[in-house]
């Protein structure tokens, strides 16, 4: 009887690339570990896997002979980023942007990688947005990937691109919002403009951690860097380094128009103050004048007669009158 050897566990997908420009080939997913021999003929090897299939550590444990701090690395379920150069070989976590089967979400994701010379390993929980577009730019032109850290690049400057597209849709939602704030109804979007700005400061953060990050890569040691990755972190910084400076104009913009907002309500409400305190200042005269007729005293005036009602009311007008001219003479009103 003949054994069946099992498939990869987790795997997403794999791709071979060749060291000419014809396109890469797609291992099938079914692929056992033996097709995944790195040849000598100068290409490399793509793998993506699914850390929600348990059995993935055990399968890392034993593959090309990699350090135990890199399966670490690759099966971690740590929520920070990280890049370590290490003997020629890049890995560690960078942050990404889930992706649902029919939409694209702004929920953070987290992706795991190892890049040496002949091979290239990443590891999701979740479907990532940017990876997926790399899956999509190999299929249509493979011949632009020579080496594993050319689809390193491409994965952070997808990444980057993912920033720009969120950073115009803030910025148009951002707009909407600008509109109502300065408009002369009285609004208050501060609901709306919540989701926003935590997204936004969840982007510069995130954004900021993988800029340093990639700053002090770039000043490994020689020994430890790869082939060719001070060229890629020196492009990929100034690409994070100009979105960033979009995200930080869009945090400072978001938190001027949480403050424009906050000044319109302070003043709607300070008007608010200010016609209830007239009320008060009008209405407390009268209510001296009934209030001193109305104690059940002997020897009030206008008692008897019939007239007491009439210099009463007369009294409660002149005590608005004498209201009026003393706020008038305080430039009160």
């Keep these: 009887m003949t054994l069946l050897t099992p498939a990869i566990p987790g795997l997403v997908w794999a791709y071979r690339f060749h060291p000419d420009k014809r396109p890469c080939t797609r291992l099938a997913?079914?692929?056992t570990r033996a097709e995944l021999a790195v040849e000598d003929d100068g290409g490399f090897l793509w793998l993506h896997l699914n850390l929600a299939d348990q059995r993935v550590p055990a399968f890392l444990d034993g593959f090309q002979d990699l350090p135990p701090d890199v399966v670490s690395a690759l099966t971690t379920h740590d929520t920070h980023a990280s890049i370590t150069l290490d003997e020629q070989m890049v890995y560690g976590t960078l942050v990404d942007f889930q992706r649902e089967f029919d939409s694209e979400t702004r929920d953070i994701g987290w992706l795991?990688?190892?890049?040496?010379?002949?091979?290239?390993?990443?590891?999701r929980l979740q479907p990532l947005r940017s990876i997926d577009r790399v899956r999509a730019a190999v299929e249509k032109n493979a011949g632009r990937y020579r080496r594993?850290?050319?689809?390193?690049?491409?994965i952070v400057a997808e990444f980057q691109r993912?920033?720009?597209?969120?950073?115009?849709?803030l910025t148009e939602e951002l707009n909407h919002i600008e509109d109502i704030v300065y408009d002369s109804a009285q609004r208050d979007e501060r609901r709306r403009l919540a989701p926003v700005r935590r997204t936004v400061v969840r982007l510069h953060r995130h954004l900021r951690t993988v800029l340093a990050l990639m700053r002090r890569a770039a000043a490994a040691d020689d020994d430890d860097m790869p082939l060719g990755f001070d060229d890629v972190a020196a492009r990929?910084?100034?690409r994070l380094e100009a979105v960033d400076h979009d995200v930080y104009a869009l945090q400072d913009r978001a938190r001027l128009l949480h403050e424009e907002i906050d000044s319109k309500q302070s003043s709607e409400?300070?008007?608010?103050?200010?016609i209830l305190s007239l009320m008060t200042a009008f209405l407390l005269p009268p209510s001296l004048v009934t209030g001193f007729f109305g104690m059940n005293t002997s020897g009030m005036p206008f008692e008897h007669g019939e007239t007491g009602t009439t210099f009463a009311i007369i009294f409660i007008a002149l005590s608005i009158a004498i209201a009026w001219f003393v706020l008038r003479r305080a430039r009160i009103l």
Excluded: G, M, Q, W
């Design 269 to 274: 409400t300070n008007r608010h103050l200010y």
């Design 29 to 31: 997913t079914e692929a």
């Design 162 to 169: 993912t920033l720009i597209t969120l950073v115009l849709e």
């Design 236 to 238: 990929l910084t100034s």
């Design 148 to 154: 594993p850290i050319d689809v390193f690049e491409t």
């Design 112 to 123: 795991h990688f190892v890049v040496t010379e002949k091979l290239i390993i990443t590891t």
